[in-house]
C-alpha cells in the first residue's frame, strides 16, 4: 500500500475531524497532494489539494472549515476538518501525484450526524 488514509469515524455535526495520508514505497514525495470524498450514489468529488509550493485551493462547499497540509518530511499529508456538516458524510481519499502519475489511497470513512 503507498498511501494509507486514517482518521474518519463518527463525528456530530459541528465537530472536528483530522484525516492523515501516509505515504510509502515507490511515491517519493508528497508536494502535490489532494483530497476527494464520494458520498453514497454520488460521484467522486475534489476537496481540496496542496500544490509544490505551498498554495492550497479547496471546493467552496469546505471552503473556510477544511484545511490542507502536508509533512514532506514525514510524508504525510493532512485534512483538518471543522464545523463538519452531515453532508460532509462521506468516504475521504487521498491522492498523490508524483513522477507524472496518480496514486490513491484507500479511502476513510467520515460520518456526520445531524
Known amino acids: 500500500v503507498q498511501l494509507q488514509a486514517s482518521g474518519g469515524g463518527l463525528v456530530q455535526a459541528g465537530g472536528s475531524l483530522r484525516l492523515s495520508c501516509q505515504a510509502s514505497g515507490f511515491i517519493s514525495s508528497v508536494n502535490y497532494m489532494s483530497w476527494y470524498r464520494q458520498a453514497p450514489g454520488k460521484e467522486r468529488e475534489w476537496v481540496a489539494r496542496i500544490i509544490p509550493s505551498g498554495e492550497a485551493n479547496y471546493a467552496d462547499s469546505v471552503k473556510g472549515r477544511f484545511t490542507i497540509s502536508r509533512d514532506i518530511r514525514k510524508k504525510m499529508a493532512y485534512l483538518q476538518m471543522a464545523d463538519l456538516k452531515p453532508e460532509d458524510t462521506a468516504v475521504y481519499y487521498c491522492k498523490a501525484y508524483n513522477r ?9 470513512q467520515v460520518t456526520v450526524s445531524s
Open 100 to 108: 507524472g502519475a496518480d496514486y490513491w489511497g484507500q479511502g476513510t
